[in-house]
């Protein structure tokens, strides 16, 4: 009879160091707020109060760490860590705890300067002292995000019941953030439009990717399947574009995106690495081979077996010169999750905007 054990030593040094802290982190904020809580005392230097915390500038960071509910809690260690995990694994710690200061603290500082805003042209208090931001809200976004971008085309099973793509899972979180401002209810969800943004512009023009060309190391992701007009329905495509191909076009005269071997206006992309890379050049391959079969197959049999002898050796050439041309031609390829969509009669989609 087999006999299973747990080692909790072995279970917490399987999990990678950067998501380790974080989980940690995350723990010993909360408890110490519930602490403070149950004492009666504010505790205005662990979350982020846009009238004070200008006085604590760390709670731009250190106010996600901050569950105030024992609920929000358990969804936060039941989510977060598992996805940092797996993200940790393919981009490596520093790449991710980058990505995660960056997308809790942009969006914290977007959040404070709204309530200013709203605070100035409303006059009210409230907007100052009434509203506190906590939470990793911003996080949760920002690894959807991540997911659309390596995995878009992947099915999860929410709650046993409902099935959704990845790639539909951050416009839906959006949208719940759009509908709960719209009632009433700007704080804290109001983060998560800021951090769909912050997060979309990091993956797409500045994380880090080494290791995968030559020539040193490439920022972003510049595929056209990660553009900003992919993320809104046909029907404003339109100015959408133009929207994106502008900011684009700004930042660039000013410098303020890092340059890449290739350009987005010339069809290049910097690929995203790892292993869902590696299953994705090998569906491409699954597909190319396909189509040399299929080229193959197409050519013209003699009459005589010697000739047909004869033309199998020389079509056999044919189709892999032109599966060859295909491959070289084919434009930019598709990052990593969307390789089961690549048809090998079609033809390459149109450019999409930045």
């Known amino acids: 009879m ?14 990678p160091p950067a998501t380790r802290a974080y989980t940690a982190a995350t723990v010993f904020f909360s408890v110490l707020y519930y602490i403070l809580s149950w004492s009666g005392y504010s505790a205005p230097f662990l979350v982020l109060i846009p009238g004070s915390s200008i006085f604590y500038p760390w709670t731009f960071l250190t106010s996600a760490f901050v569950e105030t509910t024992f609920i929000e809690l358990l969804f936060t260690l039941l989510v977060i860590p598992a996805s940092l995990r797996y993200l940790e694994r393919l981009w490596g710690a520093t790449e991710l705890l980058k990505f995660i200061a960056v997308t809790i603290t942009a969006s914290n500082i977007i ?8 605070y100035v042209v409303l006059r009210l208090p409230v907007f100052l002292y009434g509203q506190q931001y906590h939470g990793q809200m911003a996080l949760q976004i920002g690894v959807l995000v991540a997911f659309r971008q390596i995995i878009p ?24 953030s759009t509908v709960m401002c719209i009632i009433g209810f700007q704080c804290p969800f109001i983060v998560i439009q800021f951090g769909w943004l912050v997060s979309y512009i990091w993956l797409r023009f500045y994380k880090k990717n080494t290791g995968d060309l030559a020539g040193g190391p490439l920022y972003g992701d510049r595929s056209e399947t990660f553009a900003f007009v992919t993320w809104f329905p046909p029907l404003i495509h339109g100015p959408i574009t133009w929207l994106a191909n ?12 890092p340059s ?9 992309y910097a690929a995203v690495p790892g292993g869902a890379r590696a299953e ?68 390459a989609s149109g450019s999409a905007a930045h």
């Open 280 to 347: 994705a050049e090998r569906r491409r391959a699954m597909a190319l081979k396909a189509l040399d079969q299929r080229l193959a197959g197409a050519s013209p049999t003699p009459a005589s077996p010697q000739r047909s002898l004869q033309s199998n050796g020389a079509s056999r050439p044919a189709a892999s010169s032109t599966t060859s041309l295909n491959s070289d031609t084919s434009g930019p390829k598709k990052p990593a999750g969307e390789a089961d969509a690549i048809d090998v009669g079609g033809s």
């Open 260 to 268: 890449g071997v290739t350009d987005v206006e010339s069809g290049g």
């Open 246 to 257: 502008t900011s684009y076009m700004l930042a660039s005269r000013f410098h303020l995106i």
């Open 111 to 118: 959040a404070f300067g709204l309530n200013w805003i709203e």
């Open 153 to 176: 085309e992947h099915q999860v099973q929410l709650f046993g019941v409902l099935k959704a793509r990845v790639k539909t899972l951050p416009m839906a979180y959006v949208t719940f």
């Open 2 to 15: 087999a006999v299973l054990s747990f080692n909790p030593a072995q279970f917490v040094a399987a999990i």
